[in-house]
Nanobody, 122 residues
């Protein structure tokens, strides 16, 4: 089993910044993609950004230029630096990791964190 633990959420004024962290632990052989998603009240969960083990990054359009995703492979950790925050960024932010757990199988599984609340006041 694999656990993902997020931290760094909170309340911030519009224009402010927050940095989210997500650490993976447990039965981990390697981690492929890691990423951040978010879900606002009454809306579907949506992509924020993803990063591969080789550092290839993908951002959703609304986040480009404001958010920066990074990862520390040795620490099995992914980060999300969020700048110029807007009230519409208010949501629960979830970490996701695609994890290979066994040396005897190439199968990988998706895991989710419990979510961290980000609230941006106007």
């Amino acid at each position: 089993q694999v656990q993902l633990v997020e931290s760094g959420g909170g309340l911030v004024q519009a224009g402010g910044s927050l940095r989210l962290s997500c650490a993976a632990s447990g039965s981990i052989l390697s981690i492929n993609n890691m990423g951040w998603y978010r879900q606002a009240p009454g809306k579907q969960r949506e992509l924020v950004a993803t990063i591969t083990s080789d550092g290839i990054i993908n951002y959703a359009d609304p986040m480009k230029g404001r958010f920066t995703i990074s990862r520390h492979n040795a620490k099995n950790t992914v980060y999300l630096q969020m700048n110029s925050l807007k009230p519409e960024d208010t949501a629960v932010y979830y970490c996701n990791a695609n994890v290979r757990e066994s040396l005897f199988s190439t199968r990988s599984s998706n895991y989710w964190g419990q979510g961290t609340q980000v609230t941006v006041s106007s």
